[in-house]
Protein backbone atom coordinates (compact mmCIF):
# COMPACT_ATOMS: atom_id res chain seq x y z
CA UNK A 1 0.00 0.00 0.00
CA UNK A 2 2.00 2.22 -1.09
CA UNK A 3 -0.39 5.06 -0.69
CA UNK A 4 -0.42 5.03 2.61
CA UNK A 5 3.51 4.49 3.71
CA UNK A 6 4.09 8.20 4.68
CA UNK A 7 1.02 9.42 6.03
CA UNK A 8 -0.03 9.40 9.86
CA UNK A 9 -3.33 7.95 9.47
CA UNK A 10 -1.93 4.81 8.44
CA UNK A 11 1.74 4.34 10.24
CA UNK A 12 1.26 6.44 13.97
CA UNK A 13 -0.02 3.82 16.47
CA UNK A 14 -1.53 6.66 18.07
CA UNK A 15 -3.37 8.40 15.29
CA UNK A 16 -4.85 4.94 14.23
CA UNK A 17 -5.80 4.18 17.86
CA UNK A 18 -7.34 7.33 18.59
CA UNK A 19 -9.47 6.85 15.00
CA UNK A 20 -10.48 3.08 16.40
CA UNK A 21 -11.34 4.52 20.06
CA UNK A 22 -13.29 7.29 18.20
CA UNK A 23 -15.11 4.77 15.57
CA UNK A 24 -16.15 2.69 18.98
CA UNK A 25 -17.20 5.30 20.89
CA UNK A 26 -19.74 6.44 18.17
CA UNK A 27 -20.93 3.48 17.77
CA UNK A 28 -21.78 3.19 21.13
CA UNK A 29 -23.50 6.40 21.42
CA UNK A 30 -25.71 5.09 18.39
CA UNK A 31 -26.16 1.74 19.94
CA UNK A 32 -27.05 4.02 23.17
CA UNK A 33 -29.38 6.74 21.00
CA UNK A 34 -31.29 4.53 18.51
CA UNK A 35 -32.77 0.61 18.61
CA UNK A 36 -30.72 -0.02 15.44
CA UNK A 37 -29.23 -3.49 15.31
CA UNK A 38 -25.20 -3.56 15.12
CA UNK A 39 -22.74 -6.16 15.00
CA UNK A 40 -18.99 -5.91 15.72
CA UNK A 41 -17.02 -7.85 13.79
CA UNK A 42 -13.27 -8.77 13.93
CA UNK A 43 -11.19 -8.81 10.90
CA UNK A 44 -9.55 -12.34 12.44
CA UNK A 45 -13.27 -13.66 12.79
CA UNK A 46 -14.19 -13.67 9.27
CA UNK A 47 -10.62 -14.46 8.20
CA UNK A 48 -10.24 -17.47 10.96
CA UNK A 49 -14.55 -18.44 11.10
CA UNK A 50 -15.86 -17.18 7.98
CA UNK A 51 -18.57 -19.55 8.24
CA UNK A 52 -19.51 -19.25 11.54
CA UNK A 53 -18.81 -14.92 11.37
CA UNK A 54 -20.81 -15.39 8.07
CA UNK A 55 -23.97 -16.90 9.74
CA UNK A 56 -23.92 -14.28 12.68
CA UNK A 57 -23.95 -12.05 10.46
CA UNK A 58 -26.82 -13.32 8.18
CA UNK A 59 -28.42 -13.93 11.45
CA UNK A 60 -28.37 -10.31 12.71
CA UNK A 61 -29.61 -8.98 9.55
CA UNK A 62 -32.60 -11.27 9.43
CA UNK A 63 -30.99 -12.82 6.10
CA UNK A 64 -30.99 -16.45 4.94
CA UNK A 65 -27.90 -18.08 4.84
CA UNK A 66 -28.49 -20.73 2.34
CA UNK A 67 -25.74 -23.15 0.80
CA UNK A 68 -25.26 -20.69 -1.90
CA UNK A 69 -23.57 -18.16 0.53
CA UNK A 70 -22.01 -20.86 2.19
CA UNK A 71 -20.44 -21.80 -1.39
CA UNK A 72 -19.75 -18.32 -2.03
CA UNK A 73 -17.74 -17.81 1.75
CA UNK A 74 -16.04 -21.31 1.02
CA UNK A 75 -14.54 -21.05 -2.63
CA UNK A 76 -13.53 -17.17 -1.01
CA UNK A 77 -11.87 -17.96 2.05
CA UNK A 78 -10.17 -21.52 1.20
CA UNK A 79 -7.45 -20.73 -1.57
CA UNK A 80 -5.63 -18.13 -3.23
CA UNK A 81 -6.50 -17.03 -6.84
CA UNK A 82 -4.96 -18.75 -9.19
CA UNK A 83 -4.02 -15.70 -11.26
CA UNK A 84 -2.57 -14.14 -8.31
CA UNK A 85 -4.82 -11.19 -9.52
CA UNK A 86 -4.04 -8.60 -5.84
CA UNK A 87 -7.73 -7.20 -6.30
CA UNK A 88 -8.98 -10.48 -6.14
CA UNK A 89 -11.45 -11.31 -3.89
CA UNK A 90 -10.38 -14.66 -3.35
CA UNK A 91 -7.84 -15.62 -0.40
CA UNK A 92 -6.91 -18.28 2.08
CA UNK A 93 -7.71 -15.91 5.15
CA UNK A 94 -6.13 -18.20 7.94
CA UNK A 95 -2.86 -17.18 6.24
CA UNK A 96 -3.22 -13.52 6.99
CA UNK A 97 -4.02 -13.21 10.46
CA UNK A 98 -0.73 -13.32 11.77
CA UNK A 99 1.27 -12.06 9.24
CA UNK A 100 2.76 -9.32 11.40
CA UNK A 101 4.55 -11.29 13.81
CA UNK A 102 7.35 -11.59 11.62
CA UNK A 103 7.68 -8.01 11.24
CA UNK A 104 7.21 -6.88 14.43
CA UNK A 105 9.42 -7.10 17.34
CA UNK A 106 8.50 -7.09 20.71
CA UNK A 107 8.82 -3.63 21.32
CA UNK A 108 6.77 -2.35 18.36
CA UNK A 109 4.53 -5.09 19.81
CA UNK A 110 4.23 -3.00 23.40
CA UNK A 111 4.10 0.45 21.72
CA UNK A 112 1.05 -0.43 20.12
CA UNK A 113 0.20 -2.44 23.54
CA UNK A 114 0.55 1.27 25.37
CA UNK A 115 -1.47 3.31 23.03
CA UNK A 116 -4.54 1.03 22.46
CA UNK A 117 -5.01 -0.29 25.47
CA UNK A 118 -8.63 -0.21 25.97
CA UNK A 119 -9.55 -0.29 21.89
CA UNK A 120 -7.32 -4.24 22.10
CA UNK A 121 -9.63 -4.68 25.84
CA UNK A 122 -12.75 -3.94 23.95
CA UNK A 123 -12.26 -6.01 21.11
CA UNK A 124 -10.93 -9.01 23.08
CA UNK A 125 -7.05 -8.63 21.78
CA UNK A 126 -5.24 -10.01 24.62
CA UNK A 127 -1.68 -8.46 25.45
CA UNK A 128 1.55 -9.94 25.98
CA UNK A 129 2.99 -7.91 28.47
CA UNK A 130 4.24 -10.95 30.73
CA UNK A 131 6.40 -12.18 27.55
CA UNK A 132 9.95 -12.67 28.53
CA UNK A 133 11.91 -11.69 25.41
CA UNK A 134 14.92 -9.67 23.71
CA UNK A 135 13.71 -6.08 22.68
CA UNK A 136 14.78 -6.62 18.81
CA UNK A 137 13.36 -10.48 18.79
CA UNK A 138 10.43 -11.16 16.48
CA UNK A 139 10.91 -14.84 16.94
CA UNK A 140 10.25 -14.58 20.37
CA UNK A 141 6.52 -13.53 18.79
CA UNK A 142 6.56 -16.76 16.53
CA UNK A 143 5.25 -18.85 19.51
CA UNK A 144 1.61 -16.99 19.83
CA UNK A 145 -0.94 -18.82 18.47
CA UNK A 146 -4.25 -16.22 17.86
CA UNK A 147 -5.87 -18.56 20.67
CA UNK A 148 -3.53 -16.79 23.06
CA UNK A 149 -4.03 -13.09 21.25
CA UNK A 150 -7.56 -13.28 21.27
CA UNK A 151 -10.52 -13.83 22.98
CA UNK A 152 -14.11 -15.58 22.03
CA UNK A 153 -15.86 -13.27 24.20
CA UNK A 154 -15.43 -9.52 24.29
CA UNK A 155 -16.62 -6.53 25.66
CA UNK A 156 -17.67 -5.17 23.28
CA UNK A 157 -19.70 -7.77 21.78
CA UNK A 158 -21.54 -8.01 25.19
CA UNK A 159 -22.55 -4.56 24.70
CA UNK A 160 -24.14 -5.09 21.25
CA UNK A 161 -26.17 -7.68 22.76
Not at 72 to 92: A, C, Q
Not at 103 to 110: A, F, G, I
Request: hydrophobic share 35%; proline share 4%.
Amino acid sequence: MQWCLNSPNCTDVDVLCQRMRTDINAVLQIKKWSNVNITFVRYEDIALKPYETAKRLYNNLDLEYTPAVQMWVKEHTRKEDILGNPHSTRRDSQRAPLSWIPRMTVNDVLEVQEYCYDVMQNLGYKLINDLVYDDNDTQALNNYTLDQILDTKYPLLDLMS
